[in-house]
């Protein structure tokens, strides 16, 4: 990870909405590392998760953290154009939702440019989507993976749901179900009770965790609360 001077650096010009000093800032720093896929990991991602800390801390107003997310989103455009998908393992056909704000999305949208830089195939939903549909794209397209990437607390029934469901009617055995950030970095324990295959606090893991363990699969005993039959979410 960068270093906290940098960091805060970073970040004081996000809070500012300096948008050329931003630009300047990030082209120093693409200089110092090897891919724009590390640059997200060590420098962006640390930068959002802080600003969506301090925010929920309210110790940042609603419209400087949307100035925010909006000059970071615009640097994570700006960095992910000079990326290239390069394979590191088998390409795997990824289903990409998030929670319902333009924060969650921008950094779902880091996980899915790492997952994609990573040369796997991925449509990116985004946030806002009644899980209802999403269950019925996995059904139609059955994915290799259903990435459930900074969902919000308010998403949390639907996600229980969606998850029982795919495991009830056993319609898309071959699909594993991904989930992090958001609310799942906050409440530990949350992604095994609710019967996730696999989860990850940030973009990185999430794609080594794609390209490494696309064999794990959830155990039944795993899922402690949500189930369909008998038992009530908790």
């Known amino acids: 990870m960068?270093?906290?001077?940098?960091?805060?650096?970073?970040?004081?010009?996000?809070?500012?909405?300096?948008?050329?000093?931003?630009?300047?800032?990030?082209?120093?720093?693409?200089?110092?590392?090897?891919?724009?896929?590390?640059?997200?990991?060590?420098?962006?991602?640390?930068?959002?998760?802080?600003?969506?800390?301090?925010?929920?801390?309210?110790?940042?107003?609603?419209?400087?953290?949307?100035?925010?997310?909006?000059?970071?989103?615009?640097?994570?455009?700006?960095?992910?154009?000079?990326?290239?998908?390069?394979?590191?393992g088998e390409s795997r056909r990824i289903l990409a939702v998030c929670g319902p704000t333009d924060a969650d999305e921008l950094g779902a949208q880091m996980a899915v440019d790492l997952i994609e830089a990573a040369g796997n195939l991925v449509v990116f939903a985004g946030g806002g989507m009644a899980f209802d549909e999403v269950h019925a794209r996995v059904q139609e397209t059955q994915p290799d993976v259903l990435l459930i990437f900074c969902s919000a607390p308010s998403d949390l029934p639907h996600i229980r749901q969606t998850i029982d469901l795919m495991r009830e009617i056993g319609a898309c055995q071959k699909t594993q179900i991904v989930v992090g950030g958001g609310v799942f970095n906050r409440a530990e324990g949350l992604a095994q009770e609710i019967g996730a295959d696999l989860w990850a606090e940030d973009p990185i893991e999430v794609v080594d965790m794609v390209v490494h363990e696309a064999g794990h699969r959830a155990p039944e005993d795993q899922r402690t609360v949500g189930r369909i039959r008998g038992r009530s979410a908790a």
């Open 2 to 88: 960068a270093d906290d001077i940098t960091l805060q650096r970073f970040f004081e010009i996000l809070t500012e909405g300096d948008r050329p000093a931003a630009r300047q800032f990030v082209d120093e720093q693409r200089e110092k590392y090897d891919s724009p896929t590390d640059l997200v990991g060590d420098l962006f991602w640390p930068v959002y998760e802080l600003s969506d800390r301090l925010y929920r801390e309210d110790q940042l107003t609603p419209l400087t953290f949307n100035v925010v997310t909006r000059l970071l989103r615009v640097m994570l455009d700006r960095v992910g154009a000079d990326e290239n998908p390069e394979p590191q």
